[in-house]
């Protein structure tokens, strides 16, 4: 089955350290996203790539950091600089960027401080 | 800037009663509309979309959505609701690369 898939499901950042959340997708889209959830406030977008080897600040990426190396996968990283990383992660693709795709979900990463 | 708002942050109804989720938008250009839902600890999954044509989209599980471009609306609808339909339901708009999300309404539905 085609999908996108995220890892871990939960994980833990002590103070002062980088954490890298993992999303993988099968079924070649060209374009992913990194969303941010948190209660209340719907999704609020981080970066995304339309592309492989290229990517684009989304609306809050201060103290985010992605690559996109492989067409499959969009690692993100919450560095020590993201004061208040507490959140559910959530990574998707589409076909392209034409704007009547619509994007595809993985089922998140939630993230906490120890 | 492209914004949507969904007004209300909960709506309950009886199993059996038709229901709707509100949403409007605001957009330069030509709207792209999409309504998603989500459970629990999982991601978004895609409802139903509208970009031209009929102004009653029909999507997935019985859910319809009706645009109104004189009200900049895009109100996701259905005949009968299903307790199984409680969830959080996101509505959308894309006018360039990204989209853009309204916070979300939780939708009760009571047996």
């Known amino acids: 089955d085609g999908g996108i898939t995220q890892s871990p499901k939960y994980l833990f950042r002590k103070e002062g350290q980088n954490v890298t959340l993992s999303c993988e997708q099968n079924?070649?889209?060209?374009?992913m996203y990194w969303y941010r959830q948190d209660p209340g406030q719907g999704l609020r977008l981080i970066y995304y790539?339309?592309?492989?080897?290229?990517?684009q600040k989304g609306d809050i990426a201060e103290g985010y950091s992605v690559s996109r190396e492989k067409k499959e996968s969009f690692p993100l990283t919450v560095t020590s600089a993201q004061k208040n990383p507490t959140a559910f992660y959530l990574c998707?693709?589409?076909?392209?960027?034409?704007?009547?795709?619509?994007?595809?979900f993985g089922d998140g990463t939630r993230l906490s401080i120890l | 800037a492209q914004s949507v708002a969904q007004p209300e942050d909960q709506v309950n109804v009886a199993e059996g009663n038709p229901l709707t989720v509100k949403c409007t938008y605001s957009?330069?250009?030509?709207?792209?509309l999409f309504w998603y839902v989500q459970y629990p600890n999982r991601g978004l999954q895609f409802l139903l979309k509208?970009?031209?044509?009929?102004?009653l989209v029909k999507g997935s599980y019985g859910f319809e959505a009706e645009f109104n471009k004189s009200q900049t609306s895009f109100h996701l609808k259905k005949p009968s609701a299903l307790v199984s339909d409680s969830a959080l339901y996101f509505c959308?708009?894309?006018?360039?690369?990204?989209?853009?999300f309204g916070k979300g309404t939780m939708l009760l539905v009571s047996p």
């Open positions: 509208y970009i031209t044509g009929d102004n």
């Open positions: 998707a693709s589409s076909i392209g960027d034409e704007a009547g795709q619509p994007q595809h």
């Open positions: 790539s339309q592309i492989v080897n290229d990517f």
């Open positions: 959308a708009v894309r006018e360039w690369f990204t989209l853009t």
């Open positions: 079924l070649n889209h060209d374009a």
């Open positions: 957009v330069s250009g030509n709207p792209y």
